[in-house]
């Protein structure tokens, strides 16, 4: 019907927007089966999980003490972005040779990034455990870095990007939703 009416051919349609299988449905739904979770703690401005935007401007909400940034909130959101976009782990040395800081420098900071953020409500533990404590750290052995349950507006967009497709006509919503996430 589409290509009748507009100035395409089906070959283009099936090209641009082919039409999903109910396997290929499957898997994408199957494949994040927390985005529907994660996506509405995000738009609820009471989640307690820390929210990183980094489409467009840079920020991040929290539900730790304040306090412990706020003379150092740039730099305390640059650490939370660096360990978001590391997942599976990071070691101080990197930080500090990526970042610029000493190692000193970064273990200080990152404790302020500790109590900035809080504890996950998910576990009771920290959004960021100490380096000996992460899943990292217990998988490979080490002192590594890495963060929690932190809520990032790109893995969101990502997902649900992804699922739109998939039902059809159906995945509007998901498109939707993924555009919400956008600044602007």
């Not at 990007?161 to 059809?168: F, I």
Request: hydrophobic share 40%; charged share 20%; proline share 8%.
């Amino acid at each position: 019907v589409y290509a009748d009416a507009a100035a395409t051919t089906v070959e283009e349609i099936q090209e641009i927007a082919p039409v999903a299988t109910t396997e290929a449905r499957r898997s994408v739904e199957q494949a994040d089966q927390g985005l529907d979770t994660d996506v509405a703690a995000w738009f609820n401005p009471d989640s307690p999980l820390p929210k990183l935007t980094v489409l467009g401007t840079v920020g991040a909400r929290t539900h730790g003490d304040p306090r412990v940034v706020v003379s150092r909130k740039p730099l305390a959101v640059e650490l939370l972005a660096y360990l978001v976009l590391h997942p599976h782990g990071v070691t101080s040395d990197q930080i500090a040779a990526d970042i610029g800081l000493s190692k000193n420098r970064v273990r200080v900071d990152l404790t302020a990034v500790r109590a900035w953020l809080g504890n996950n409500p998910r576990t009771g533990r920290p959004h960021l455990p100490p380096s000996n404590q992460t899943r990292a750290a217990q998988a490979h052995g080490g002192w590594l870095y890495q963060g929690d349950d932190i809520l990032v507006a790109a893995d969101l967009f990502r997902g649900l990007r992804a699922r739109g497709p998939a039902p059809g006509s159906a995945g509007i919503s998901a498109l939707q939703k993924a555009l919400r996430l956008l600044p602007g």
